[in-house]
């Protein structure tokens, strides 16, 4: 790995790694390990996005390079307050405050640790929590694109052409700026070109995954329906979303075109067996993201089938979130009412390690 000029200093990426192994002080961000770690991360990323010009990938290209690096784990910050047990949630002024706090450390020991490429952070959980929960949903988003990884806004936006357009300014742009988004494709096609369009190198290289199978029971009622003209609902999706990857690549082909996935890819659940391998064989060159593994009941080996060709990145949320609940290592404090928020958020990071392990087999 070369040198690196970061923050007006030139650090060669592998002493960096080296000391942030070797460190095990305390500063106000953690430990030096951890800090060290989340240099290191942050100086890969500007490595990637910046060798020889200002934005030479998009941020799916990003994702998947940083997949490939730190595995394929997908961190669902999908932190509702009722996640967190009594003992922690005291202490904080509102609940809103305690799922800040739960969140910067998962954050920060994830980054330290490498276990995983990005982070999802659902905004219905910070909506619910009014204007307080907003605050701490855009302080969320900076947190993680602080420590170089990759920042998705769950949102699952889609309506007509400047409705979209005013969706993509707000999460493109602006307080709850992030680096790709969710999006919903059921109004049409149409809808979808206000948010594409900020793939564009000038306005940011964003991205997104579209709606494609999802995970839940209920995808049958819509997604699997098929077609008079042949074929189902969701392959006219994952067909759109090939097209508009082609006009992409042609478009920016001078800074794109050597890009090993497209700039939007699909949302692919693991829980549907059956539509695993045909989806991953029809759109080869398509990154996807893949929720319902963990506690929504998706099996490693499903993920495994989804992540091969341009692979993806999967999301754990509540597996993540809850993992104190089944710690055996904190069962007493448990018991006794006496969990303190590193002993929880401890147990998220180790959650997220036998994850990473579990996915990569």
Known sequence: MVAVSFFGITNDLNYLQYISHSFHGETKYGSLREYFSVIV??????????????ITKHNMQLLQELASKNGPLCVGLDTDPSYLPESVLKNFAN????????????????????????????????EAMGLEGLKVYAETLKLVRET?????????????????????????????????ITINPYMGFDTLKPFTKYAAPELGSKCAFVLLCTSNPGMVDIEHQELKSGGLLLEKVGNEIARTNEELKET????????TCGAIGAVVGATQEKDARWIRDKYPQTF??????????GAAAIC??????????????RGILCAWKKDEELSAKTEAGTLCLADIADSAARASLLSKKDLLG
């Open 41 to 54: 991360n942050i100086a890969d990323f500007v490595y990637i996005k910046a060798m020889n010009n200002p």
């Open 288 to 297: 996807f993201l893949i929720p319902g593994y963990g506690a929504q009941g």
């Open 252 to 259: 920016y082909k001078a800074i794109y075109g050597d890009q």
């Open 95 to 126: 609940p809103a405050q305690a799922v800040l706090a739960y969140n910067r450390e998962i954050i920060r020991r994830v980054a330290a640790d490498n276990s995983a490429c990005c982070f999802k952070i659902q905004i219905a959980y910070y």
């Open 148 to 180: 170089g990884l990759i920042a998705i806004s769950d949102i699952k936006r889609g309506d007509i052409g400047a409705t979209s357009d005013a969706y993509a300014r707000a999460h493109f742009t602006g307080d709850f700026e992030t680096d790709i």
């Open 304 to 317: 495994r089938t989804l992540l091969e060709k341009a692979g993806g990145a999967v999301n754990s949320s």
